[in-house]
Protein backbone atom coordinates (compact mmCIF):
# COMPACT_ATOMS: atom_id res chain seq x y z
CA UNK A 1 0.00 0.00 0.00
CA UNK A 2 2.99 2.67 0.90
CA UNK A 3 4.71 1.73 -2.91
CA UNK A 4 1.07 2.31 -4.35
CA UNK A 5 0.67 5.23 -2.44
CA UNK A 6 3.79 6.76 -3.09
CA UNK A 7 3.29 6.21 -6.94
CA UNK A 8 0.44 8.38 -6.94
CA UNK A 9 2.12 11.28 -5.22
CA UNK A 10 5.38 10.82 -6.85
CA UNK A 11 4.47 9.00 -10.28
CA UNK A 12 7.67 7.10 -11.91
CA UNK A 13 8.77 9.25 -14.73
CA UNK A 14 11.50 9.54 -17.17
CA UNK A 15 15.08 9.62 -16.19
CA UNK A 16 16.23 11.87 -18.85
CA UNK A 17 13.32 14.34 -19.61
CA UNK A 18 10.91 13.79 -16.71
CA UNK A 19 7.97 13.06 -18.21
CA UNK A 20 5.46 10.50 -16.19
CA UNK A 21 5.73 6.95 -17.19
CA UNK A 22 2.61 4.86 -17.58
CA UNK A 23 4.27 2.44 -14.78
CA UNK A 24 6.95 1.15 -13.01
CA UNK A 25 9.66 -0.76 -14.09
CA UNK A 26 11.06 2.03 -16.83
CA UNK A 27 14.15 4.10 -17.05
CA UNK A 28 12.94 5.92 -20.04
CA UNK A 29 9.96 7.17 -22.24
CA UNK A 30 9.17 6.03 -25.21
CA UNK A 31 11.17 9.05 -27.13
CA UNK A 32 14.02 8.51 -25.00
CA UNK A 33 14.21 5.00 -24.88
CA UNK A 34 14.44 5.08 -28.69
CA UNK A 35 17.44 7.49 -28.63
CA UNK A 36 19.67 5.86 -26.00
CA UNK A 37 22.62 5.29 -27.57
CA UNK A 38 24.82 2.19 -26.43
CA UNK A 39 28.68 1.91 -26.14
CA UNK A 40 29.22 -0.29 -29.71
CA UNK A 41 30.90 -4.03 -29.29
CA UNK A 42 33.94 -2.51 -31.47
CA UNK A 43 36.61 -0.69 -28.93
CA UNK A 44 39.75 -0.36 -27.37
CA UNK A 45 39.86 -3.47 -24.71
CA UNK A 46 41.72 -1.20 -21.69
CA UNK A 47 39.53 1.81 -21.84
CA UNK A 48 36.67 1.22 -24.28
CA UNK A 49 37.09 4.07 -26.36
CA UNK A 50 35.08 3.63 -29.56
CA UNK A 51 36.59 2.15 -32.95
CA UNK A 52 38.63 -0.35 -34.63
CA UNK A 53 41.95 -0.44 -33.45
CA UNK A 54 44.95 -2.32 -33.66
CA UNK A 55 45.55 -5.26 -31.74
CA UNK A 56 41.81 -3.87 -30.35
CA UNK A 57 44.25 -1.10 -28.24
CA UNK A 58 43.92 2.73 -29.30
CA UNK A 59 46.83 5.15 -29.35
CA UNK A 60 46.28 6.60 -26.11
CA UNK A 61 46.65 3.11 -24.10
CA UNK A 62 49.46 2.23 -26.49
CA UNK A 63 51.58 5.25 -26.10
CA UNK A 64 50.38 5.38 -22.04
CA UNK A 65 49.05 2.52 -20.48
CA UNK A 66 46.56 3.27 -18.22
CA UNK A 67 47.44 2.37 -14.37
CA UNK A 68 43.65 0.48 -14.16
CA UNK A 69 43.07 -3.15 -16.04
CA UNK A 70 40.01 -2.53 -17.58
CA UNK A 71 37.31 0.18 -18.09
CA UNK A 72 33.95 0.08 -19.29
CA UNK A 73 30.40 2.20 -20.17
CA UNK A 74 27.33 0.40 -21.41
CA UNK A 75 26.11 3.82 -23.32
CA UNK A 76 27.69 6.35 -25.26
CA UNK A 77 27.76 10.18 -23.45
CA UNK A 78 25.20 11.09 -26.04
CA UNK A 79 21.23 12.30 -25.88
CA UNK A 80 19.00 10.79 -23.04
CA UNK A 81 21.71 8.95 -21.38
CA UNK A 82 23.84 12.22 -21.10
CA UNK A 83 20.51 14.56 -20.17
CA UNK A 84 19.99 11.95 -17.40
CA UNK A 85 23.52 12.48 -16.32
CA UNK A 86 23.05 15.94 -16.21
CA UNK A 87 20.17 16.38 -14.03
CA UNK A 88 21.48 14.10 -11.79
CA UNK A 89 24.79 16.11 -11.01
CA UNK A 90 23.97 19.29 -12.03
CA UNK A 91 20.39 19.83 -11.83
CA UNK A 92 19.66 18.86 -7.71
CA UNK A 93 18.53 15.84 -8.43
CA UNK A 94 20.32 12.69 -6.37
CA UNK A 95 16.91 10.84 -6.20
CA UNK A 96 18.50 10.20 -9.55
CA UNK A 97 21.07 7.63 -7.76
CA UNK A 98 18.91 4.67 -7.76
CA UNK A 99 17.49 4.13 -10.86
CA UNK A 100 20.42 5.35 -12.59
CA UNK A 101 22.24 2.40 -10.64
CA UNK A 102 19.83 0.18 -11.32
CA UNK A 103 19.87 0.75 -15.21
CA UNK A 104 23.76 0.53 -15.00
CA UNK A 105 23.51 -2.92 -12.70
CA UNK A 106 21.13 -4.26 -15.46
CA UNK A 107 23.41 -2.64 -18.77
CA UNK A 108 26.97 -3.73 -16.64
CA UNK A 109 25.77 -7.55 -15.69
CA UNK A 110 28.63 -9.26 -17.56
CA UNK A 111 31.44 -6.93 -16.91
CA UNK A 112 30.26 -6.68 -13.34
CA UNK A 113 30.63 -10.60 -12.85
CA UNK A 114 34.36 -10.13 -13.02
CA UNK A 115 34.94 -6.99 -11.84
CA UNK A 116 36.36 -6.09 -8.18
CA UNK A 117 33.55 -5.98 -5.20
CA UNK A 118 34.84 -2.74 -3.44
CA UNK A 119 32.76 -0.06 -5.03
CA UNK A 120 34.91 3.19 -4.78
CA UNK A 121 33.85 6.21 -6.54
CA UNK A 122 35.85 9.28 -7.59
CA UNK A 123 35.13 11.61 -4.96
CA UNK A 124 34.21 15.19 -5.21
CA UNK A 125 36.03 17.88 -3.65
CA UNK A 126 35.15 18.74 0.34
CA UNK A 127 34.11 22.59 -1.48
CA UNK A 128 32.59 21.31 -4.20
CA UNK A 129 30.58 18.91 -2.16
CA UNK A 130 29.66 21.30 0.28
CA UNK A 131 28.38 23.52 -2.91
CA UNK A 132 26.42 21.16 -4.55
CA UNK A 133 24.89 19.03 -1.33
CA UNK A 134 25.61 15.62 -2.22
CA UNK A 135 28.15 13.55 -4.33
CA UNK A 136 26.95 11.94 -6.92
CA UNK A 137 29.72 9.22 -7.88
CA UNK A 138 29.36 8.44 -3.96
CA UNK A 139 25.41 8.34 -4.15
CA UNK A 140 25.77 6.01 -7.35
CA UNK A 141 28.36 3.92 -5.96
CA UNK A 142 26.31 3.68 -3.07
CA UNK A 143 22.80 2.62 -4.61
CA UNK A 144 24.91 -0.05 -7.29
CA UNK A 145 26.92 -1.81 -3.85
CA UNK A 146 23.38 -1.90 -2.31
CA UNK A 147 21.82 -3.85 -5.59
CA UNK A 148 24.62 -5.80 -6.20
CA UNK A 149 24.97 -7.05 -2.21
CA UNK A 150 28.74 -5.61 -2.47
CA UNK A 151 30.78 -3.05 -0.48
CA UNK A 152 30.78 0.40 -1.20
CA UNK A 153 33.42 2.01 1.53
CA UNK A 154 33.94 5.65 2.08
CA UNK A 155 36.91 7.11 2.56
CA UNK A 156 39.23 4.78 0.63
CA UNK A 157 40.35 7.67 -1.69
CA UNK A 158 39.72 11.13 -1.18
CA UNK A 159 40.39 14.13 -3.64
CA UNK A 160 42.93 16.61 -2.20
CA UNK A 161 43.02 19.29 -4.36
CA UNK A 162 40.36 21.61 -5.83
CA UNK A 163 40.48 21.28 -9.70
CA UNK A 164 38.88 22.82 -12.33
CA UNK A 165 35.87 20.96 -14.42
CA UNK A 166 37.69 19.33 -16.77
CA UNK A 167 34.75 19.83 -19.38
CA UNK A 168 36.64 22.70 -22.34
CA UNK A 169 40.54 21.55 -21.53
CA UNK A 170 42.38 20.08 -24.13
CA UNK A 171 43.86 16.29 -22.86
CA UNK A 172 47.49 17.80 -22.07
CA UNK A 173 45.51 19.99 -19.49
CA UNK A 174 43.01 17.61 -18.50
CA UNK A 175 46.05 15.28 -17.43
CA UNK A 176 47.84 18.55 -15.47
CA UNK A 177 44.36 19.50 -13.61
CA UNK A 178 43.97 16.11 -12.07
CA UNK A 179 47.83 15.47 -11.42
CA UNK A 180 48.18 14.13 -7.83
CA UNK A 181 44.35 15.22 -6.70
CA UNK A 182 43.94 12.12 -5.24
CA UNK A 183 44.96 10.63 -1.94
CA UNK A 184 43.76 6.72 -1.30
CA UNK A 185 43.52 5.08 2.30
CA UNK A 186 45.89 2.45 3.87
CA UNK A 187 42.48 0.46 3.91
CA UNK A 188 43.02 -0.25 0.14
CA UNK A 189 46.75 -1.96 0.65
CA UNK A 190 46.00 -5.28 -0.93
CA UNK A 191 42.84 -4.62 -2.29
CA UNK A 192 40.69 -4.94 -5.65
CA UNK A 193 38.90 -1.62 -6.31
CA UNK A 194 36.07 -1.00 -8.63
CA UNK A 195 36.50 2.67 -9.41
CA UNK A 196 32.58 4.26 -10.85
CA UNK A 197 32.29 7.17 -11.65
CA UNK A 198 29.24 8.70 -14.08
CA UNK A 199 31.56 9.68 -17.35
CA UNK A 200 34.98 8.24 -19.04
CA UNK A 201 36.11 11.06 -21.30
CA UNK A 202 39.65 10.71 -21.55
CA UNK A 203 39.87 8.50 -18.98
CA UNK A 204 42.76 11.57 -17.01
CA UNK A 205 40.64 11.45 -13.90
CA UNK A 206 40.45 7.73 -13.77
CA UNK A 207 44.23 7.42 -14.22
CA UNK A 208 44.85 9.88 -11.74
CA UNK A 209 42.96 8.08 -9.20
CA UNK A 210 43.75 4.28 -10.20
CA UNK A 211 47.67 5.76 -9.65
CA UNK A 212 46.46 7.30 -5.78
CA UNK A 213 45.62 3.68 -5.35
CA UNK A 214 48.29 1.39 -6.74
CA UNK A 215 50.26 4.04 -4.66
CA UNK A 216 48.67 2.96 -1.57
CA UNK A 217 48.39 -0.82 -2.28
CA UNK A 218 45.64 -1.28 -4.26
CA UNK A 219 46.46 -4.67 -6.17
CA UNK A 220 44.05 -4.56 -9.14
CA UNK A 221 41.93 -1.39 -9.63
CA UNK A 222 39.50 -1.66 -12.80
CA UNK A 223 36.98 1.81 -14.06
CA UNK A 224 32.76 1.55 -14.50
CA UNK A 225 31.15 4.38 -15.61
CA UNK A 226 27.39 4.99 -16.75
CA UNK A 227 28.83 6.97 -20.34
CA UNK A 228 31.84 6.82 -22.29
CA UNK A 229 32.57 10.12 -24.20
CA UNK A 230 33.66 9.20 -28.05
CA UNK A 231 37.46 11.21 -28.14
CA UNK A 232 39.72 9.75 -30.60
CA UNK A 233 38.59 10.35 -34.14
Not at 10 to 28: D, E, K, N, Q
Not at 88 to 109: G, S
Not at 133 to 151: F, M, N, T, V
Amino acid sequence: MLSALLDVLYPPSCIACARVLPGPGAFFCETCDTAVERLPPGCCRTCAEPGAFPGASCPRCRAHPPPFSRAWAPFAHEGPVARAIHRFKYEDHPELAAPLAELLADEARSFLSRAPTRVVALPLHTRRYHSRKYDQAQLLAGSLAKSLGRQAPVGWLTRTRETQRQVGLTEAERSDNVADAFTASPDVRGREVLLLDDVFTTGATARAAATALHEAGAVHVEVLTLARAFTLT
